[in-house]
């Protein structure tokens, strides 16, 4: 939303408008001085008095006060010497006008108590029944510091209504702009937890492959390989299947809660079946029956990762211990092996920063790190009664 101009200051040709707006309540004046037979007829002296009280107007909303006692020096004359006097009331109101429209209600009605006692007073040296016409006449500058008053309030209003709406424009983008982060890390988890534990299990059910073809091929075990590549066949259809769900929940992605069907805790044994099918000892042990979707879901995942680290760095055939639990109300999750962990110094991955953002999802904890006897250990911390979710 384009940023709207508020400020009578800097609006477009203010200066402009306000010298236009003088010229014509200057010849306004002049037709009343002509017209009006209220006072004696102008003469050079009246004409001089009554036009140059016009031209401060020009700079009326920079110096409004100012501008005021400008046509207060020059109108006050020009009544003195009882020139017509209705001629003389319009750059008066203007003025007044403006002082009402840019200050506050206070200083409004203490410039017009001052200017009504002034002007009375003048008009007493001149002639009483003067003064008291005036007086009676001084409705009219309470109306005028009445209508710049509301008039005051009314561009509060709908200044704030504006402003109300900037707000609203700027915090609909911004939380626009959060979802489509959020979203964006959330496609990144799940396409590098799928794509980093397939890969990796291909990785290592084709060194298999690979090392028994090499290692006597004059007593190829014919039974190994072909498990090997059946194994790796599986793997790659496993994946396709999560990958085509994945890339169907993002053709479809029309409503921020089509996100398809979440991975959860029944999945569990097919992980560790594919662990073991690449080189690993894993046992496993669940005492969990359900989860809401939500926390099942991030446990899938950190086990999936979990497991894709223990076969990827743990050494060959490492032995891999998988333990759920449900204790007052909270999942324990620990996943622990007897490798070293990644190696030091290397490139390090998303892995680690993926288990941590996904139990932060669900308002749990996660910590990872080698273990005090050998190895390496992930352990997490999830609650299983998360807002808005429901047991599945």
Request: overall charge neutral; some cysteine.
């Amino acid at each position: 939303m384009a940023a709207i101009n508020r400020d009578p200051l800097t609006a477009p040709h203010a200066l402009r408008n306000d010298a236009v707006l003088a010229l014509l309540v200057a010849g306004f004046s002049a037709v009343l001085a002509l017209l009006v037979d209220d006072g004696r007829r102008p003469d050079a002296l009246g004409w001089a008095l009554l036009l140059t009280s016009h031209v401060p107007l020009v700079w009326r909303r920079r110096r409004p006060l100012l501008v005021l006692l400008a046509v207060i020096v020059c109108v006050f004359p020009y009544h003195f010497l009882d020139y017509p006097h209705t001629a003389a009331t319009q750059a008066a109101y203007v003025a007044l006008y403006t002082v009402a429209v840019t200050g506050r209600p206070l200083r409004t009605v203490l410039v017009g108590i001052g200017v009504i006692a002034l002007a009375v007073s003048v008009m007493l040296t001149i002639s009483a029944h003067e003064a008291l016409g005036l007086l009676k006449a001084s409705g009219w500058v309470v109306a005028v510091l009445f209508c710049g008053v509301d008039v005051r309030f009314y561009r509060q209003y709908v200044t704030s209504i504006v402003e109300r709406a900037e707000r609203a424009e700027r915090t609909r983008e911004e939380e626009a702009r959060r979802r489509v982060a959020e979203e964006r890390l959330r496609i990144a988890r799940d396409l590098h937890d799928l794509l980093a534990h397939s890969i990796t299990l291909i990785g290592v059910q084709t060194s298999v492959a690979a090392h028994v073809l090499s290692a006597d091929p004059e007593r190829l075990d014919r039974e190994t390989v072909a498990k090997a590549l059946d194994d790796i066949a599986e793997t790659c259809r496993s994946a396709r299947g999560e990958l085509r769900t994945t890339l169907e929940v993002l053709r479809e992605h029309n409503t921020p809660d089509a996100r398809g069907p979440l991975p959860g805790l029944d999945g569990l044994p097919d992980l560790a079946e594919a662990a073991r099918l690449a080189g690993a000892r894993v046992e496993q042990s669940v005492r969990i029956r359900q989860a809401p979707p939500a926390v099942g879901a991030a446990a899938y995942r950190i086990v999936q990762e979990a497991l894709t680290n223990a076969v990827r760095h743990a050494g060959p055939e490492p032995a891999v211990h998988v333990e759920l639990a449900e204790r007052q109300g909270v999942l324990h999750l620990s996943v622990r092996d007897d490798g070293t962990g990644p190696a030091p110094g290397g490139t390090p991955g998303f892995g680690l920063v993926g288990m941590r953002e996904r139990a932060r999802s669900v308002g749990g904890t996660l910590d990872a790190g080698p273990r005090t006897g050998g190895g390496f250990e992930v352990t997490a911390v999830l609650p299983l009664a998360t807002t808005g979710e429901r047991d599945g």
